[in-house]
T-cell receptor, first 115, second 112 residues
Framework: AQSVTQLGSHVSVSEGALVLLRCNYSSSVPPYLFWYVQYPNQGLQLLLKYTTGATLVKGINGFEAEFKKSETSFHLTKPSAHMSDAAEYFC?????????????FGKGTRLSVIA | DAGVTQSPTHLIKTRGQQVTLRCSPKSGHDTVSWYQQALGQGPQFIFQYYEEEERQRGNFPDRFSGHQFPNYSSELNVNALLLGDSALYLCVSSLGPQAGYTFGSGTRLTVV
């Protein structure tokens, strides 16, 4: 079974500081990994995804994540936080296309950005 | 290009009642999945519909049922509502079961 653990339910950073949101996964098959962002009263928006190939993935709004198989991690980073980055962030895992498996989400990390 | 449309946006029901939530997928998408997001939690997979059939199901009781229509729209039905069914219900569409997902904004269900 696949699972995702997001370390830290709430992360607070100053505007302009580095953003680091942690995600570790468990999967018996090579996973596809995702980061989604959710603003209040909205659905989820895809930030970035890793399927195969390059392990450093760049997404929208300046975010990037690195797939580290040896550490079973897929941490999300952004060099400089903006006030508009304040939101809930979800890491998710999914089996590869060899099987039709649904997304399995972590519990989420709320990011606060302090002016 | 319209994205995923869900209705209603908010709903209040009483314990024991039944509820139907509706979803229109993004134009061109033929697969609909439903997720439940309880307060402070990540979304949890309920089930997926493709070609008008339930293709996969998560760990949810039979009180949760669904339907997909020939135009690919979908309904989620929940019977005998419990307080614990209070959540944001997200509809997700894709082109085929294994393609990328587009999320709707959700229906906020409150059971009192």
């Amino acid at each position: 079974a696949q699972s995702v653990t997001q370390l830290g339910s709430h992360v607070s950073v100053s505007e302009g500081a580095l953003v680091l949101l942690r995600c570790n996964y468990s999967s018996s098959v090579p996973p596809y990994l995702f980061w989604y962002v959710q603003y209040p009263n909205q659905g989820l928006q895809l930030l970035l995804k890793y399927t195969t190939g390059a392990t450093l993935v760049k997404g929208i709004n300046g975010f990037e994540a690195e797939f580290k198989k040896s550490e079973t991690s897929f941490h999300l980073t952004k060099p400089s936080a903006h006030m508009s980055d304040a939101a809930e962030y979800f890491c998710a895992v999914r089996g590869p296309n060899s099987g039709n498996t649904p997304l399995v989400f972590g519990k989420g990390t709320r990011l606060s950005v302090i002016a | 290009d319209a994205g995923v449309t869900q209705s209603p946006t908010h709903l209040i029901k009483t314990r024991g009642q039944q509820v139907t939530l509706r979803c229109s997928p993004k134009s061109g998408h033929d697969t609909v999945s439903w997720y439940q997001q309880a307060l402070g939690q990540g979304p949890q997979f309920i089930f997926q519909y493709y070609e008008e059939e339930e293709r996969q199901r998560g760990n949810f009781p039979d009180r949760f049922s669904g339907h997909q229509f020939p135009n690919y729209s979908s309904e989620l039905n929940v019977n005998a509502l419990l307080l614990g069914d209070s959540a944001l219900y997200l509809c997700v569409s894709s082109l085929g079961p294994q393609a990328g997902y587009t999320f709707g904004s959700g229906t906020r269900l409150t059971v009192v």
